[in-house]
């Protein structure tokens, strides 16, 4: 059984995620159809460290969401 982390990464919306894309879901100004895609979006800003290099609220909101279950380390 794959991991959340790899359902996550294995779906057509992460694999065609941008980072543009995926701040702007983070941050609210690109919409987003579900629960789902905001979930893929903050997952890719930590896989791909972005999270990490922009403002300190990215890094912590990821680091809560890992804790929480939400995204995978």
């Known amino acids: ?6 359902q996550i990464r294995e779906s057509e919306f992460y694999k ?3 980072s543009f894309n995926a701040v702007g879901i983070a941050e609210g ?5 579900s ?3 905001k979930q893929a979006a903050w997952q890719y800003l930590h896989d791909k460290r972005i999270a990490y290099s922009l403002q300190g609220c990215f890094g912590r909101t990821c ?4 804790e929480e279950g939400i ?3």
């Open 71 to 73: 995204i995978e380390e």
């Open 16 to 18: 065609n995620l941008d």
């Open 1 to 6: 059984m794959a991991t959340l982390g790899e």
């Open 35 to 37: 629960d789902d895609e």
């Open 29 to 33: 100004f690109v919409e987003s159809d």
């Open 63 to 66: 680091i809560s969401l890992i």
